[in-house]
Nanobody, 115 residues
Framework: QVQFVESGGGLVQPGGSLKLSCATS????????MGWYRQTPGKERELVAK????????DYADAVKGRFTISSDNAKRTVFLQMNNLKTEDTAVYYC????????WGPGTQVTVSS
């Protein structure tokens, strides 16, 4: 069973940093392009960063370029998202998933950027 469990979210002030983690199971982790997504109430879930099966970052959404960094650890089957210089508009629930073959969504982790 494909599973994703996100962690690391929280409340942070504008300009602050957080590092999210996503533990995965149930599939051959190193064979898939992985991504971090986010969603706010009333909006579509959007892809903010993706990384290939070799651990090479592929692309970032324009809104997060230069501030977010995606990475992965194949041995730990985990994807990370380092978020720096956070802005209030980054407030959302963050999820990870495969990019080209979505699995069931995990619970996500809430990120709130507020002063």
């Amino acid at each position: 069973q494909v599973q994703f469990v996100e962690s690391g979210g929280g409340l942070v002030q504008p300009g602050g940093s957080l590092k999210l983690s996503c533990a995965t199971s149930g599939f051959t982790f190193f064979a898939f392009t992985m991504g971090w997504y986010r969603q706010t109430p009333g909006k579509e879930r959007e892809l903010v960063a993706k990384i290939d099966d070799n651990g090479k970052p592929l692309d970032y959404a324009d809104a997060v370029k230069g501030r977010f960094t995606i990475s992965s650890d194949n041995a730990k089957r985990t994807v990370f998202l380092q978020m720096n210089n956070l802005k209030t508009e980054d407030t959302a629930v963050y999820y990870c998933n495969r990019v080209y073959r979505l699995g069931d969504w995990g619970p996500g982790t809430q990120v709130t950027v507020s002063s």
